[in-house]
C-alpha cells in the first residue's frame, strides 16, 4: 500500500516537474519562408529572372552592351561603340509587375508585365512549394523601322510592326549557392522583315546562379532558338552569357560577356549575329538600383 | 510524506474501504497540477516588434508582427523569441536579403531569443500600471549576452499588455558592419516591442 502511494507520488511528482519546466520551451516546429529572389535583378543575364518588384517598388534598370571584343585595340576591345536600354519598373502588387524600356539598339520601345503565379517556399518539413513560377508577357516595336515603313509606305504600320513575346519562367533555388531556371518561349512578330520569314519563334532560355562568396555570384545564362530563321542576312546564333553580379541593400551590378547586342526578348532572341565562341563576345553591364517609393514599412530613409 | 501522514490518520477514523481509495485521489489531484500550472503561462504569437537603427546617411526601419513569447506569472519566468526572417524593411527585399545574408546569417541563426525572469514581485493578476525590469539572456548571431529590459505593463482583466524598449549593439553580438556603409548602417538598433499576454489553456489552444 505504502509503496503504491510512494510510487504514484514519485512518478506524477516527475510528471508535473517535467511538464514544467517545458511549459515556457517553445515547439521546435518549421516555418513557412517565401524565396521571393532565386536570381537578383529583374533578369539573369539576357533572359528574364522569376523575381517581380514588390510593392510599391520602383526599379531603375540601365543595361549596356558593348562592341565585340575581337575588334581589337583600334576600337578599344569594343568599348567605343556602346548600346543601352533604359528601363523603369514598378511593383503594382506582390505579384504584379509592371516594365518600360527604351534601347537604342533599333530605338525599340518595349513595355512588359509579370506575374507572379508560384512562390517557392522553404522551412517546412513537408509541404514546401518546390518552384517559383512566373509569367511574362511583352510587347516591344522598333520605332526605326517604323519609321523606314512609314515612310515607304505612306501608311501607319504601327500595329503590324509589333512584336509579342511569352514567356513561363521557372526557377527553383537549389540551395542559398545554387539556383536555375528555365524560360520556355514564344515570340510572334506581326510581320516579318522579308517575305516568308518566320511569324512564330520558339525557344527555351535557362539559366544558373551560384553565389560565390558574401555578395558576388557567378551567372551563367544561355537560350536555345528552336527555329532560327534561315532567311536572315546574317547568320544567327544563341544567345549565351556569363558574368558576374554583385549585390549590395539597394543595386544589384551585374558585368558580363554576351554575344547578343539587342537586351529585350525580340533582340536577342532573334537577332543574335555573333557567335560567342568565336570571340564575337561583347561586355556589358546592367545596373538595378530599386527605390521604395510606397514603404511598406515606414520611417525609413535615404540620403 | 503526506502521503504516509493520511494513512495514518485514516486507518485510526475509516475503514479498509475509503484507504484503497486514497492513491486514487492522490493520483487526480496530482495530475491536475501540471494542467493548472499551465493556466498560469500567458502568451502571444503575434507581438509587433520594430528595429531602428539611424545612422548618418541613412535610416533603416524593420517590422515584424510575429513575436512570439510565453510567461509564467508565479514563477515570473519568460522566454520569448523571434524568427528573424519575418521582418519587413523600409527599403524593401534587397535590404531585407542583405541584412539576412550579411548581418543576421539567417541559415545559421534563425532566431533571436530572449529568456529570463522579471525581477519586480507582482500580481500578474491584479489590474493596474507598472513599470518592471526584466533580467535575462539575449541571444542572437551565435552570441549570449545578459540583458536587463525594463518594461511597462498594463494589466487589464487577466491580459497583460507589455511596452519595451531596448538598444541593441551590433558589436556585442559579433555583427561586423562593412567599412564601405560605415554612414548607412547604424551600430545601435533600438528595438521597441509592443505585444499582449493572454493566458493559454493548454499548448493546442496556442495557436
Redesign the interface.
Known sequence: MKFLVTTTIVFVGTITSWAQTDSLDFGNESERIEIRSAFNGNTVINSQSTNVSDQGQLSVIIGHRFGTVNEGFYNFYGLDEAVMRMGFEYGLYDNITVGIGRSTAGKNYDGYLKYRLLTQTKGLSSGNVPLTITLFASTAFSSQRLRILNEADDKNYFIDNLVYTYQTIISRQLSSRFSFQLNPTLIHKNLTEVEGQLHNIYALGSALRVKLKGKLSLNVDYSYVWNKDKIAVNKLYDPIGIGFEVVTGGHVFKLHFTNSVGIIEKEFLTNTTNNFFKGEMRFGFTLLRSFIVKPKVKGGSIY | MR??KT?NISTSIYNEFT?KK??VI??LI??T??FL??GQ?YSTTKGAIRL?GVAQ???????SKSL?G?L?ITTR???F?Q?L??F????????K???E??YWEV?KYPYATF?GTVINEIDFTKNGDYGVAAKGILSMHGVDNEAKISLKLKIIDGSIAVHATYKVFLSDYNIKIPRL?VL?VSEVFEANCVFLLRPSQS?IAEK
Do not use: C, H, W, Y
Open positions: 502521503g504516509r494513512i484507504m486514497i492513491p492522490l493520483i496530482l495530475t497540477i501540471p500550472s499551465n503561462i531602428e546617411q541613412e535610416t533603416i526601419i524593420a517590422e512570439e510565453k509564467d519566468k519568460f522566454n523569441r524568427s526572417s519575418r519587413s524593411f523600409s527599403q524593401g527585399e534587397l535590404q536579403k542583405d541584412a545574408e550579411k541559415d529568456k556603409v548607412k499548448p
